[in-house]
């Protein structure tokens, strides 16, 4: 499962679900420091109930509708995998790729796009936009920071469910080739002020040798 565009649940009774990080799976279930409102109003979609705390998201119904459009694609659990394409699953909904298109009432339309992960914050989609397409679907948390590029042009990003984001495409028809960026907002001020104070700290360490 490790290195492909696609999410896997992790059952909330293994002992440490973020270890799969280690693994680079994209996880849904882990431990986070912060977390946009959204992940946690998604959590509860999928889950039918509050699921999440302080610092963790829980969820353990991966085939819900909720999981399927997030791309969850493979449970993993103490008993081990199971895989929502795996022969004889019965996936209660399709399972959407993590970019696709998408109609006005929210519905995926094909061919997928394809989706390129160079590295977390760096994703590329392109592709030919089919009739009826009104976005570009992302499922990756709409945190502050994430850019989107059509042509090297910044275009704006919109919500797409509680957590989700979206882009508008080119007309239908057309190929689209959308890059997605992501650096955390004021990056350049915060490691400004971070090489500042390392500096001064080097300064007075400097001073308090000589001296010595």
């Known amino acids: 499962l490790s290195g492909r565009p696609a999410r896997v649940l ?3 009774a293994l002992a440490n679900p973020n270890k799969t990080i280690v693994y680079r799976m994209r996880n849904v279930n882990g431990y986070d420091a912060f977390f946009p409102a959204g992940v946690a109003r998604w959590a509860a979609e999928a889950e039918g109930a509050p699921a999440a705390d302080s610092s ?3 969820v353990s119904r991966w085939r819900s509708i909720a999981a399927a459009r997030a791309g969850v694609a493979a449970r993993l659990s103490p008993e081990g995998i ?12 399709d399972v959407w790729p993590l970019a696709a298109f998408v109609d006005r009432d929210g ?8 989706l390129s992960i160079d590295r977390p914050e760096r994703w590329r989609v392109w592709g030919a936009v089919p009739k009826g397409a009104v976005g570009v679907s992302l499922s990756e948390a709409r945190w502050p920071g994430w850019r989107a590029f059509l042509g090297g042009r910044e275009v704006p990003i919109a919500p797409r469910g509680p957590a989700f ?13 959308l890059r997605f960026v992501f650096m955390p907002c004021g990056w350049a001020w915060w490691a400004a002020l971070s090489a500042a104070a390392w500096a001064l700290w080097l300064r007075a360490v400097a001073r ?5």
């Not at 519905?107 to 394809?114: I, K, N, T, W, Y």
């Not at 984001?165 to 080739?177: N, W």
């Open 165 to 177: 984001q979206s882009v508008s495409p080119p007309s239908s028809g057309s190929a689209v080739d």
């Open 107 to 114: 519905r995926r339309l094909r061919p997928d796009p394809v």
């Open 10 to 12: 992790t059952d909330p």
């Open 208 to 212: 308090r040798a000589w001296a010595a």
């Open 56 to 58: 963790r998201v829980m």
């Open 82 to 93: 199971e895989e929502t394409r795996a022969e004889g699953a019965a996936p209660a909904a």
